[in-house]
């Protein structure tokens, strides 16, 4: 089955930490805005399958920011996605910053 673009595919759940006070260790912090909150979701009792898609510039899936509904980020379909493609979205900049300045 074919996902048609701007469905919404899951809501990105987790921990939200200021990028400071975030897990250096985790491997799944999601930009909440050009701001430096994130959402960890490194605990897999509190976070969504969302966490398991992989970061690319090249995302298939946009992340969206919804701050009226309790400051959710969902993750939407960009463009009509054809069966059994990669689910991939942009984890931000400052998840890049975070993980890799370090090296």
């Known amino acids: 089955m074919n996902i048609l673009k701007d469905?919404?595919?899951h809501?990105?759940?987790g921990l939200r930490s200021h990028i400071k006070r975030?897990?250096?260790k985790s491997n799944y912090?999601?930009?909440v805005t050009d701001t430096y909150w994130v959402i960890d979701a490194e605990n897999i009792l509190?976070?969504?399958?969302?966490r398991f898609y992989n970061h690319t510039s090249k995302a298939n899936a946009n992340v969206w920011?919804?701050?009226?509904?309790k400051n959710k980020i969902y993750v939407v379909a960009k463009y009509n996605i054809g069966k059994g493609k990669e689910l991939l979205a942009d984890y931000g900049?400052?998840?890049i910053k975070k993980k890799f300045d370090k090296l």
Do not use: G, P, R
């Open 29 to 31: 912090l999601m930009e």
């Open 65 to 69: 920011f919804q701050s009226s509904i």
């Open 93 to 95: 900049k400052i998840y």
């Open 11 to 13: 809501e990105y759940t």
């Open 7 to 9: 469905t919404v595919l």
């Open 22 to 24: 975030a897990n250096d």
């Open 46 to 50: 509190t976070s969504s399958v969302a």
